[in-house]
């Protein structure tokens, strides 16, 4: 429950009093007038003529599409992805009315707490806006400034994450916030300053440091991270805990990272801030990061509210797969799908996207983001030498405990075939007996588990609950697919021609199946390629973002038929995929249920699709 009852009544009718639903629905929608009420395209499904309406005289929303309806409070839960109390805190903020309840999803009183912590937001956020300022605008930020831009950061990241620089000096931030009637000892307790050994007086707490802010989900400043310039240390200086700031519980960047996990559920969690950052300008902007501890089971709560499916992106070093590792059986324990990426040569993501730029991120390590099996024995194949006898049998070993434990016995199949020709093993025989070992171990575990002294794999008992599906794999490629062939498009009548027979709308990213849609109506009036003509006839702030960033960002450098069949062939085997997800569960009900036979039968629909996705 998200604590309907604990909000009053009084509360959330005052909230929905000061707020037009016109005005906030106007920001995510093009509405235009209708009699007596507004009309414009569905945000929550795919359509091209509105079906999606506002009626300002009951301040409802309705779709005829999808069905969807209800106040500005459902619209911002909806669209936003927030829970009730943070819907209401949202439309309060923008009404002006003051917030009066504290950090929980529930309902307080307003109290001094409350107030320390509004004033300490207050004084973190004009900070953040004063380090950013001299990194901009003075001499003394200049150092900084080239730094960053030396390392891929430009102006626009800079911008966005409103990075800073906390010059040298000791008391430029005390002095800022003691002319602004900040009571120190309290900002001492958030972590701005210090307070100075002798017990007089403060210091700035950050000093000859580039600057990053650090949001709560809410997208309020609660804490920074500094890192050195030079090769001093530490490294890296985080806030400490504080009554805003709790590493355990916060994620980097989900007030940004939220509308684009909210299109596709899907969540890419890297290790640090810095990679959400530059995997942002790569244009993977679903990315959130722990701010320098491991993954906790508090921060996969808050991931589970997000989406419901996680792609690692750690460090391809030893601890970086470690952790990984480790992250899996958390994530997996609480039922959200996981894919791990794959970074070669030990990179980690920064440096990666450094060395082969981002498309090739995008493609060749989100993308192809590997099953957390597939994870496990690609690891265990690198911690063993197969030359001899002796590693290849322990690597079997290892091997077939980790596929034991796979639920789904085409999954298991699948591994096993893998292993085989890993172990140089041909034949029929060969390959039935490793089923039969596998078999052995599978038998062994679930025994196990049913005597409770399963210690090991705890995380397995969860999963026998509830079936975890593999995702599938190719989500964002197929977005960058539909972007690249919708800026070809812009470009060229013959390409949009082509595009118009071939896959016509079904684009899977429905703000990408509108602008084709107004793109294939915009050529049929016989016009030319004109982007800004084109532009100025979408009538729609997203859209015409949308499309601005395709055409801006994405220029595929050969624009031949091969290559637009293979972008169109990517699109069209998304409903595919999905439907094999479908398929998947359906075979586990099936299993689960006992029904061998009907099982079996859904493994061979699957076997089918998958084969005919790969042709
Ligand atoms: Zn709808």
């Known amino acids: 429950m998200n ?30 007038k209708n009699g007596k009420y507004l009309k414009g395209l569905c945000p929550f499904h795919s359509e091209k003529t509105p079906s999606f309406t506002v009626t300002p005289e009951k301040q409802i929303f309705h779709c005829y599409g999808c069905g969807k309806s209800g106040t500005a409070i459902q619209f911002v839960m909806g669209l936003e992805g927030y829970s009730y109390p943070e819907a209401i805190t949202h439309l309060a903020e923008l009404a002006g009315i003051p917030i009066i309840w504290g950090s929980g999803d529930s309902y307080a009183e307003r109290n001094p707490r409350n107030e320390a912590k509004d004033r300490l937001i207050e004084a973190h956020e004009l900070t953040a806006k004063m ?19 030396e390392r891929g950061i430009n102006d626009k990241l800079i911008e966005q994450f409103q990075i800073g620089y906390a010059p040298p ?28 050994t002798n017990g007089e007086g403060y210091v700035d707490r950050f000093r000859n440091r580039v600057m990053f802010p650090i949001w709560d989900r809410r997208g309020r400043i609660v804490g920074f991270a500094g890192r050195v310039l030079d090769g001093s240390q530490p490294k890296y200086l985080n806030s400490p ?7 355990s519980k916060l994620l980097y960047n989900v ?45 996969v709560q808050l991931l589970k509210q997000l989406g419901d499916s996680v792609t690692l992106c750690y460090d391809g070093d030893d601890a970086g797969q470690a952790a990984a590792m480790k992250s899996i059986d958390l994530l997996e324990g609480s039922g959200l799908h996981v894919a791990v990426a794959m970074l070669p040569d030990r990179m980690d993501p920064d440096e990666f996207i450094k060395a082969h730029g981002a498309e090739r991120f995008r493609h060749a390590i989100i993308a192809s983001a590997v099953t957390p099996t597939k994870f496990k024995l690609i690891s265990l194949r690198r911690n063993h030498i197969l030359l001899e006898d002796d590693g290849k ?29 890993l172990l140089e093993l041909s034949g029929d025989s060969a390959i039935a007996s490793l089923k039969q070992e596998c078999a052995n171990i599978r038998q062994k575990l679930q025994k196990n588990n049913q005597n409770g002294d399963n210690q090991d794999n705890w995380w397995n008992n969860v999963r026998n609950d509830k079936q975890v599906i593999t995702p599938p794999v190719l989500r964002p490629a197929y977005v960058y697919a539909e972007r690249s062939l919708l800026a070809l498009m812009f470009q060229d009548i013959e390409v949009s021609n082509y595009v118009e027979r071939n896959l016509g709308e079904q684009f899977n990213v429905d703000d990408h199946a509108a602008l084709a849609a107004y793109l294939y109506a915009y050529y049929a009036q016989g016009k030319e390629p004109d982007f800004s003509c084109y532009l100025a006839t979408l009538q729609d702030d997203r859209l015409e973002k949308t499309a601005a960033s395709i055409s801006m960002a994405e220029v595929p450098l050969r624009n031949d038929t091969a290559l637009l069949d293979d972008y169109i062939g990517q699109i069209l085997k998304v409903p595919r995929h999905r439907e094999i997800e479908r398929k998947k569960e359906e075979m586990v009900q099936a299993e689960r249920s006992g029904d061998i036979l009907r099982a079996a039968q859904i493994a061979q629909d699957i076997i089918a699709l998958e084969q005919q996705l790969k042709r």
């Open 255 to 299: 007030h940004q990272a939220r509308p684009h996990i909210k299109r596709s559920g899907e969540i890419v969690l890297f290790e640090g801030f810095a990679d959400v950052i530059q995997a942002w300008e790569a244009q993977v902007m679903n990315g959130v990061a722990t701010m320098g501890t491991a993954l906790t089971s508090e921060h």
């Open 131 to 149: 380090y950013h300022y001299i990194l901009m605008n003075t001499t003394e930020g200049q150092e900084a400034l080239r730094y960053l831009r």
């Open 169 to 196: 000096n000791w008391d430029m931030i005390v002095k800022f916030l003691t002319k602004r009637q900040f009571d120190l000892a309290l900002v001492e307790k958030g972590g701005i300053v210090s307070a100075r």
């Open 3 to 32: 604590g309907y009852g604990l909000i009053p009544d009084e509360v959330r009718d005052e909230v929905l009093k000061r707020n037009d639903i016109v005005d906030i629905v106007g920001q995510y929608v093009h509405l235009s």
């Open 241 to 247: 805990e504080t009554m805003l700031f709790n590493k």
């Open 393 to 421: 049998r322990r690597f079997k070993d290892a091997a077939l405990r980790v596929v034991a434990q796979v639920e789904s016995p085409v999954e298991r199949e699948m591994h096993l075939k893998e292993l085989a020709s």
